[in-house]
């Protein structure tokens, strides 16, 4: 698609509509449940274009095409791939980079990329440096002739900080035209944020949380700005099978169609959540950056931890974020606990911060299920 030649939610409300392969023009989909199409003789297979034909369904297979088409769409890239998991996604981002290329990231992650990082740094050589996503200066100083990419989370995981894309894009590409800046979007989704269009090279997702938004599936994208860098994200996705099926690529394909709609509600009930934290004596701090659906909050002590844990009727003590159903998760044990104490206490990753995925529930009841568990 052209920048903004139609509207981002009727994208969304119309994906894979038109063009969606069917011989009886479905407007859903077909899931083609195939590993393998057949060739009709010896030239059709001598002449065979993945790019419009299929063949063995790791290479390609068209349910995933259409979708792949519509994140390629969605975030305005040349070119996407749908994969198996968010870390497959971030697996294939760095299939790109070798030993003794260096990396420079944002220093408040997922913590599944740190164990990756940390997991590339040991087993292959790969050199990381951190960045503390404030000192655009400092940014500057980190890049040398061997930087391959800068990685990025904005809003940060889970301490909320605001990185600007297009300040790091320009700083970087100044710096070394070889550098790409790579974006986890996870958080806001291209309804929100569209880092491509703000000087990225290239955007990943764990589209289990927002992307298919109802908590019942795993997957993961990564979409690339120019032909030539999807062009080797193509090999390495097909030789290393990182693929998503042909079942959940349809499931995935059919959430994105109500994505602008739940994130505007997921908004709304996180400012009005947000706003109810502000008030409750126990909450010490509420890190809300003012969009799409995470909420996270300082409580004074751990016997208030313990007892809204026990005590949440509505919203789930569980891990993951962007569902339908409100969860709620303590970072220091769940999402990070393989990052050294010392590092996360820099980050202000404490034991007592909770980290809300708000969901699509009536945020009143939200609002009172953790007035509620919290007590007098
Ligand atoms: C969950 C998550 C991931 C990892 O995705 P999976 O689908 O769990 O493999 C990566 N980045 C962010 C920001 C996440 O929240």
Same mark, same amino acid.
């Given at each position: 698609m052209s920048d903004k030649l139609i509207d981002i939610d009727t994208l969304l409300a119309q994906a894979g509509n038109r063009d969606n392969h069917d011989q009886y023009h479905s407007v859903s989909t077909p899931i083609y449940l195939t590993s393998n199409f057949r060739h009709r003789d010896l030239e059709d297979a001598e002449t065979f274009d993945p790019h419009k034909q299929y063949s063995y369904s790791r290479l390609s297979t068209p349910t995933r095409s259409v979708l792949q088409k519509t994140l390629a769409d969605l975030e305005g890239g040349a070119n996407a791939f749908a994969v198996s998991s968010g870390m497959a996604a971030i697996q294939l981002v760095f299939s790109l980079f070798k030993s003794g290329d260096e990396i420079i990231t944002s220093d408040d992650l997922y913590g599944g990329s740190f164990r990756y990082f940390? $997991? %590339?740094?040991? !087993?292959?050589?790969?050199?990381?440096?951190?960045?503390?996503? =404030?000192?655009? @200066?400092?940014? *500057?100083? #980190?890049?040398?002739?061997?930087?391959?990419?800068?990685?990025?989370?904005?809003?940060?995981?889970?301490?909320?900080?605001?990185?600007?894309?297009?300040?790091?894009?320009?700083?970087?590409?100044a710096a070394n035209q070889n550098a790409l800046v790579c974006?986890?979007?996870?958080?806001?989704?291209?309804?929100?944020?569209?880092?491509?269009?703000?000087?990225?090279?290239?955007?990943?997702?764990?589209?289990?949380? $927002? %992307?298919?938004? !109802?908590?019942?599936?795993?997957?993961?994208?990564?979409?690339? =700005?120019?032909? @030539?860098?999807? *062009?080797? #994200?193509?090999?390495?996705?097909?030789?290393?099978?990182?693929?998503?099926?042909?079942?959940?690529?349809?499931?995935?394909?059919?959430?994105?169609?109500?994505?602008?709609?739940?994130?505007?509600?997921?908004?709304?009930?996180?400012?009005?959540?947000?706003?109810?934290?502000?008030?409750?004596p126990q909450v010490q701090k509420v890190l809300y950056p003012g969009v799409g659906g995470m909420i996270s909050f300082y409580l004074q002590n751990m016997d208030q931890v313990d007892r809204l844990f026990k005590h949440l009727k509505i919203i789930s003590f569980a891990e993951s974020l962007g569902g339908v159903e409100s969860l709620l998760t303590i970072p220091s044990l769940q999402t990070h606990s393989d990052m050294a104490k010392e590092d996360r206490l820099k980050l202000g990753i404490t034991d007592e911060l909770l980290r809300l995925s708000t969901g699509l529930e009536n945020p009143k009841d939200l609002a009172n299920d953790l007035t509620q568990a919290l007590g007098d």
């Open positions: 940390d $997991y %590339l740094a040991d !087993h292959y050589g790969v050199k990381f440096s951190k960045w503390n996503g =404030k000192d655009y @200066e400092k940014l *500057s100083d #980190l890049v040398t002739a061997k930087t391959k990419a800068v990685w990025l989370e904005t809003p940060s995981n889970p301490t909320m900080k605001i990185i600007d894309i297009q300040k790091v894009a320009d700083l970087i590409h974006v986890d979007n996870t958080f806001l989704t291209p309804v929100y944020q569209q880092p491509l269009r703000e000087g990225a090279d290239i955007v990943v997702h764990s589209a289990t949380k $927002y %992307l298919s938004g !109802h908590n019942d599936m795993l997957a993961g994208c990564v979409i690339a =700005k120019s032909e @030539e860098i999807a *062009s080797e #994200l193509e090999f390495n996705f097909n030789t290393t099978g990182v693929t998503l099926d042909p079942f959940d690529s349809w499931l995935l394909l059919r959430s994105l169609k109500t994505l602008a709609v739940r994130m505007e509600r997921h908004t709304s009930n996180a400012k009005y959540v947000a706003a109810c934290l502000k008030k409750l």
